[in-house]
């Protein structure tokens, strides 16, 4: 689907939702009205900390980020060896950041006793005396992002919040979810090597009762204002974007991307930068997945890096079916993001055996493609298991997602028909 956006504010020039109902209509805007309101507003608070410290570590790699050859982990010219593990230092404290961030605002809006929250990164690490150093930079962090909170339409603390609040706020964040109950799930920087590469990465927040997704909120800060950009590396869009854009904030504005199960339909609002506040629903902007059946014509995508998914695998299926164009990798959850806003009609993932997927890799991704017209199953063709915990139990060899029924039959047909031959 392609978006008609005003290259000035880097909004939609023909924002459509009724205001004041979130983009649904009013009645049905009731339902869940508050948790998605707050769900909406905390993604977009922490995709502005994930910004600021994404453009730092940009910056400090002075435009030499480099993938190596096996696109195994950054190295970064001019640093040593270490500035590897430094860079998943500085990825791992924008988690706890986040995670702590969401999970404070999430329990004083609601009440710490009602929210139960299954959340990527532990505190274990962060606890232990001798990350005293990198608990400093977290509590840091959460507390100058909490303070921008007012921006978004949430509250801020009326004091800088201490160590031991972080710490509580991110060990809050240890329930296992499971079949009853609601429980909201968090990844707070999907893709994490997206994000050190100054790339593609996500932040995920998805609302499950009963077993069951109910709200789905993705967050996408370097998703790109034309779909074809999302196959550039980040240096290579951002000096092209830069060259034909006037702001120079223009190539990396990003989107946060909205649903409720069983509206029909799914959001997407621009980022806010700068001095702009968060209006509800600040020029929100239906999605829909791409009807594109014809195999020829559509653009399947999957995880950049093979320890993630099977590339030749898929590229057999990719063949099989008629699949001609070369496939789209991106980092994270972006890739349901690009299904959902039909950039991409398929996303396929086979993980290597014994990988055990988790729910948070997936909640709010795959609701938001079903709700924007998309089917998403495993490789047998039945829905993901939201309902057994941090796992997608069950899940038979692997994730299917397309913008309809016919490419996603053709899809499941052709994984049956080659998956004894395979080595999977
Ligand atoms: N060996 C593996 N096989 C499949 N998926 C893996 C994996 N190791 C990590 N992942 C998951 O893949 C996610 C990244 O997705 P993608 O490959 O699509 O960019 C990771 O999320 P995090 O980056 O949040 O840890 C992680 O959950
Ligand atoms: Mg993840």
Not at 126 to 142: C, E, Y
Request: charged share 20%; proline share 5%; net charge negative.
């Amino acid at each position: 689907m392609s978006q008609s956006r005003n290259p000035e504010k880097g909004l939609p020039d023909n924002a459509d939702c009724p205001s004041g109902s979130g983009g649904f209509d009013i009645m049905e805007a009731e339902i869940y009205s508050e948790e998605l309101d707050v769900a909406v507003r905390v993604v977009h608070l922490a995709c502005s900390l994930c910004q600021r410290v994404q453009e730092g570590l940009v910056s400090a790699s002075s435009d030499h980020v480099k993938s190596k050859d096996d696109d195994s982990p950054v190295t970064v010219a001019g640093f040593r060896a270490s500035s590897v593990n430094y860079l998943m230092l500085l990825s791992s404290q924008t988690d706890w950041s986040v995670q702590a961030m969401v999970s404070w605002i999430l329990s004083e809006h609601f009440g710490s006793q009602n929210v139960s929250i299954v959340a990527e990164e532990d505190v274990e690490t962060l606890s232990n005396p001798d990350s005293a150093g990198l608990l400093d930079v977290v509590v840091t962090t959460v507390n100058k992002c909490l303070a921008e909170a007012p921006k978004f339409g949430l509250k801020k603390p009326a004091k800088t919040l201490g160590n031991s609040q972080v710490l509580n706020a991110i060990s809050r964040c240890n329930s296992s979810g499971g079949p009853t109950g609601r429980h909201w799930v968090l990844d707070p920087v999907d893709g994490t090597l997206g994000f050190v590469r100054g790339d593609q990465y996500a932040v995920a927040l998805a609302l499950i009762e009963d077993g069951k997704v109910i709200i789905g909120v993705l967050g996408c800060p370097n998703y790109p204002m034309r779909k074809e950009w999302l196959n550039y590396h980040h240096e290579h869009y951002r000096a092209m974007t830069e060259s034909l854009l006037p702001s120079p904030h223009s190539w990396d504005e990003g989107c946060v991307m909205y649903t409720r199960r069983g509206s029909g339909k799914a959001w997407m609002q621009p980022l806010i930068h700068g001095d702009e506040t968060l209006e509800w629903p600040n020029f929100a902007k239906s999605i829909q997945v791409s009807s594109i059946d014809d195999p020829a014509l559509a653009t399947f995508c999957e995880p950049m890096e093979r320890t993630n998914t099977n590339h030749s695998f898929t590229a057999g299926l990719a063949h099989s079916v008629g699949l001609r164009k070369k496939p789209l990798r991106v980092y994270s959850m972006v890739k349901y993001a690009a299904i959902a806003r039909g950039d991409a009609e398929i996303f396929m993932k086979f993980a290597t055996a014994g990988y055990k997927e988790k729910i948070w890799d997936h909640a709010a991704g795959v609701l938001i493609v079903e709700e924007a017209g998309g089917v998403v199953t495993d490789a047998g063709g039945r829905p993901l298991d939201f309902s057994k915990g941090m796992y997608l139990e069950g899940l038979d060899r692997g994730i299917i997602a397309c913008c309809g029924v016919p490419l996603h039959d053709k899809i499941v047909s052709a994984i049956f028909a080659s998956w004894d031959s395979s080595n999977l």
